[in-house]
């Protein structure tokens, strides 16, 4: 069974910094990716997905991420936080066999 | 408004009691997932459906049980077989297995 890393478990950053949140699996097959982030206080919601095609994907609120195969990762980027980003993600995998996973989280605290 | 309902919000049980946690939804979904979330370890799935009247396990099933018998709803049996029954309890649903998620705001289950 495959497994889902996110490397950091706490950030913490300044508004208008930039972001970039590690994530990377071990599967080697074909895999659909997910972001996921839950604000406090709301339920988890998509961030972005990729499927196929162009690896660098952008969701909402600014957000991209970028599917590296050969590197097995799909890290999470934004160029410029605001307060309003604190909040835990989530990277998500799920195999062709439906085999799916979640990383264990990254919160991450934007200080205005 | 569409989405997921899961009740109760809280819910405490004795040991050695079973507990059934609801979740319907009005997304018209095929899929549906429950998943445990606990601290530092992000969300580990324990059951999911691609169809009414079929479930598979995922990780963590030893100690659950489920039931499909409509499309809308997917309630999750704690039974007294689970050692460690504490956590939060997130239910999700998706078009299909594959594809992007929509989650409920959660049941969190105390031992008194």
Not at chain 1, 67 to 94: G, H, M
Not at chain 2, 23 to 46: S, V
């Amino acid at each position: 069974a495959q497994s889902v890393s996110q490397h950091n478990h706490h950030v913490i950053l300044s508004e208008a910094a930039s972001l970039e949140l590690g994530c990377n699996y071990s599967y080697g097959g074909t895999v659909n990716l997910f972001w996921y982030v839950q604000y406090p206080g709301q339920h988890l919601q998509l961030l972005l997905k990729y499927f196929s095609g162009d690896p660098l994907v952008k969701g909402i609120k600014g957000f991209e991420a970028e599917f590296i195969k050969s590197k097995f990762s799909f890290n999470l980027r934004k160029p410029s936080v605001q307060w309003s980003d604190t909040a835990e993600y989530f990277c998500a995998v799920i195999e062709d066999n439906n085999d799916m996973r979640f990383g264990a989280g990254t919160r991450l605290t934007v200080k205005p | 408004d569409g989405g997921i309902t899961q009740s109760p919000k809280y819910l405490f049980r004795k040991e050695g009691q079973n507990v059934t946690l609801s979740c319907e939804q009005n997304l018209n979904h095929d899929a549906m997932y429950w998943y445990r979330q606990d601290p530092g370890q992000g969300l580990r799935l324990i059951y999911y459906s691609q169809i009414v009247n079929d479930f598979q396990k995922g990780d963590i099933a030893e100690g659950y049980s489920v039931s499909r018998e409509k499309k809308e709803s997917f309630p999750l049996t704690v039974t007294s077989a689970q050692k460690n029954p504490t956590a939060f309890y997130l239910c999700a649903s998706s078009m299909a297995v594959k594809q992007p998620q929509h989650f409920g705001d959660g049941t969190r289950l105390s031992i008194l």
